[in-house]
């Protein structure tokens, strides 16, 4: 089985500051796993994916993510945020072959001027 | 480059109305996806089809909600009668390999009042 958490419904910063949205998973084989965003009005967009190999994944939009097995984690960051990175972001797993992701219930990332 | 074109993009309608959402995948699929989306449940998925085929369609609320894919670049979700509580945005994605990520349209947004 294979399941996904994310840490907070909402998440504020400043902009120009770091953006930390918290992904944790369960999955008993090694998963693939996704970052999404979706902006107002708009399906979802894939940020990055993690697939076996390097751990640290860069995306799209400067946003970058680190899969740590050990934390069974896959965090997404972003060194500096812009008015524009305000959206919704939904961590997605894929494993055991399935071809069906488990989506988490997805982070707003509000942004401050 | 897969795409998936959904229409309308907007349905108001009447309670006990029939409504049909249609999706039209662009190319590079074998698995086409139907979600839903609400603020209070989240991304939830209703049906799914592989090659045409509809799979798993455990995710289809009631007998009112019915999908079908007569052939690789057309879909459609239909709900008969439609009620208050089916209000949503409905999405339309695909996918291909196990790795890969989905391809979402931009979504229909249903109001029924």
């Known amino acids: 089985a294979q399941s996904v958490t994310q840490l907070g419904s909402h998440v504020s910063v400043s902009e120009g500051a770091l953006v930390l949205l918290r992904c944790n998973y369960s999955?008993?084989?090694?998963?693939?796993l996704f970052w999404y965003v979706q902006y107002p009005n708009q399906g979802l967009q894939l940020l990055l994916k993690?697939?076996?190999?390097?751990?640290l994944v860069k995306g799209i939009n400067g946003f970058e993510a680190e899969f740590k097995k050990s934390e069974t984690s896959f965090h997404l960051t972003k060194p500096s945020a812009h008015m524009r990175d305000a959206a919704e972001y939904f961590c997605?797993?894929?494993?055991?072959?399935?071809?069906?992701?488990?989506f988490g219930r997805g982070t707003s990332l509000i942004v401050h001027p | 480059d897969a795409g998936v074109i959904q229409s309308p993009r907007h349905e108001v309608t009447e309670m006990g109305q029939e409504v049909t959402l249609r999706c039209k995948p662009i190319s590079g699929h074998d698995y086409l996806f139907w979600y839903r989306q609400t603020m209070m449940r989240g991304l939830e998925l209703l049906i799914y089809f592989n090659n045409n085929v509809p799979i798993d369609d455990s995710g289809m609320p009631e007998d009112r909600f019915s999908a079908k894919m007569p052939n690789a670049s057309f879909s459609t979700l239909k709900i008969q009668p439609s009620e208050p509580r089916d209000s949503a945005v409905y999405f339309c994605?695909?996918?291909?390999?196990?790795?890969?990520?989905?391809?979402f349209g931009n979504g229909t947004r249903l109001t029924v009042t």
């Open positions: 999955s008993s084989v090694p998963p693939y």
């Open positions: 993690y697939t076996s190999a390097a751990t």
């Open positions: 997605a797993v894929k494993s055991g072959g399935s071809y069906i992701p488990t």
């Open positions: 994605a695909i996918g291909s390999s196990y790795n890969s990520p989905l391809h």
